[in-house]
């Protein structure tokens, strides 16, 4: 789906018939797309184009043919794709030869992962996941996978994106997603609601989610009678063992017993109720309520805010990160003046507020993200390339870095001049905060710490950024303790 602000709502609009391709561009395969083995992604300069075999057209043409494409697509449900005419596909001809049939979806802003999602974001693109299998089913069809990585967030929803996942529905069959939905969908979503565990690091840890045995080994006999665990987790590990080994054709006999659709239907059913009744307080949260205690003076937060909108409104920044963003005030603020912005904070509660607050507010441009600067997403996966690091996913013009240095620098033991070398290396523009000595946040750090940390003055922070930064503008908010500088890289 293109992009649109949110003070432009999404509109449905007439695309435009793509070009017929006159010179060759840059195309490169999508790194994470090579598992479906009935097509592939490339990138082909700012175009996605997807290959698909001749079972995969079959499928796409039942797609269109039944209505269901058009239904979704119209919802928003799913990216918009349209067949690409050979003379305007923009591939190299070895790659054209490999495949029956070209499709063109519309690009996503920016592709997120579910282990940078906050609860929410992954129950919605869940229950999104859900009611695509239930709207297939009823034309015959059904997704032949359930992962969230088949899913973006566009304006604030889920929508997905892996059109030839759409297979036709043979008769007897079960719905072969249901196992990789519990494992990257159910399960971390029981973990964070039922033992307050955050499922991030499960996510990053093992690219296929959380296996059925090591749920099972995490869950005690009392958590046997929570909604759910019996059926999804329990039963399903005991059968799991007991089928490792086996030389029985499982599916040839679910087949035979003349499994029916009505009863995949009725599973889903019970399986959107289990994740419609998960719930999650943040309990354990210590920036989730920032935004309410924190120790700026009404006089000194309002400064703030007008500064950093000017430098904003001034940058023409048109992506911005916004590192340690809490819960997305200056983030909202980025948003009326770029096109896109990033806000993520290490604190899982603190995105989940940030992310129902954009959905009240209707603010559609900002993506939250479950991010730690000192340990962020890496490539990693197959040849470490299934799953890229952030930077490359979203090259920021400007980064927002308000309240967050002396964590980087204490907390994490990060030098200070590497922090600022890293922001450098990030964007053209900085809009840097820098919390004092005096500042009781800053003592609270300190407190039950040696005090190893001669390199966090004002003195080396400014030193630091004029090596790399033209400092445009400076300003000392009332309180005395802290400062706001906006950069500009040299050169």
Known sequence: MRWVSQRNPPRRKKRKKPAEVSSPVRTDFDSGSFRDRAGRVYLCGDRVVR???????????KLQETGLYARLSDAEKIVATRA??????????RERERWTAFLEHDRIPVISYAYEWSFEMLRQAGLLTLDLVEE?????????????????????????IDIPSFQTLQPGSTWAGYRQFCELFLFPLMLQAYKGIDFQP???????????QTMAGLLGLRDRLRKGVFSHVWLQARLDRSYASTRRDV????????????????????MKSLLKSLSWDGSGSEWGSYADFHNYSEADLSDKESFVEQCLRDSGADTVWDIGANTGRFARIAG?????????????????????QNGAEGVTNVLP?????????????????????????ARPDLVLCLALIHH??????????EFVDWLAGLAGQLLIEYVARADDKVESLLRNKQDLYADYSRKNLEACLSSRYTIRRRHRLGSGNRFLYWCVAKG
């Open 51 to 61: 290959g698909i075999s001749e079972e995969a057209l079959s499928d796409w043409r």
């Open 84 to 93: 690409l005419p050979a003379a305007q596909i923009p591939l190299p001809e």
């Open 136 to 160: 297939a089913i009823g034309a015959g069809m059904i997704l032949k996978d359930a992962t969230p990585y088949n899913v973006q967030f566009v304006a604030g929803r889920p929508v997905f």
């Open 202 to 212: 499960f996510l990053r840890a093992r690219i296929d989610g959380v296996d059925v």
């Open 251 to 270: 599916q040839q006999e679910i087949r035979s017993a003349g499994f029916s659709k009505e009863l995949i239907l009725a599973n889903l059913r019970k």
């Open 336 to 356: 009326q003046h770029a096109r896109q912005v990033l806000a993520m904070d290490v604190d899982h509660f603190a995105v989940e507020r940030m992310f129902r």
């Open 369 to 393: 993200l479950v991010q730690n600067v000192c340990d962020p997403s890496p490539n990693w996966g197959w040849r470490n390339g299934e799953r890229r690091d952030l930077a490359s996913r």
């Open 408 to 417: 980087v620098v204490i907390s994490a033991n990060v030098p200070l001049e």
